[in-house]
């Protein structure tokens, strides 16, 4: 059973950092591609960034291009999401999610979910 846990919101004045963890279970990951989306109240879930567990393929949201970046750490079947100059905007609950094959930008294709984690940004 794949389980996805993750890690690390929380509260931040605008123009800050804060980094995501998102730690993987229950299989072998090598043909996955993981995913962090968000979801701020009254609005659809979207995409920020995803690669591929065996890396060397990443994609961002225009939106968090050059202030996000998805990272993992195979050795601890860790993915990570490094969010700096964080704006109010940037305020939602962030999902961590994993599908077997390519990655893509559209929720609706990840299969596995974890239970997110709330990142709050003060202006």
């Known amino acids: 059973q794949v389980q996805l846990v993750e890690s690390g919101g929380g509260l931040v004045q605008a123009g800050g950092s804060l980094r995501l963890s998102c730690i993987a279970s229950g299989r072998t990951f090598t043909n996955y591609a993981m995913g962090w989306f968000r979801q701020a109240p009254g609005k659809e879930r979207e995409f920020v960034a995803a690669?591929?567990?065996?890396?060397?393929?990443?994609g961002y949201a225009a939106s968090v291009k050059g202030r996000f970046a998805i990272s993992r750490d195979n050795a601890k079947n860790t993915m990570y999401l490094q969010m700096n100059n964080l704006k109010a905007e940037d305020t939602a609950i962030y999902y961590c999610?994993?599908?077997?094959?390519?990655?893509?930008?559209?929720?609706?294709?990840?299969?596995?979910w974890g239970q997110g984690t709330q990142v709050n940004v003060s202006s």
């Open positions: 690669t591929i567990w065996s890396g060397g393929i990443t």
């Open positions: 999610a994993c599908k077997h094959g390519g990655y893509t930008s559209r929720y609706v294709e990840y299969e596995y």
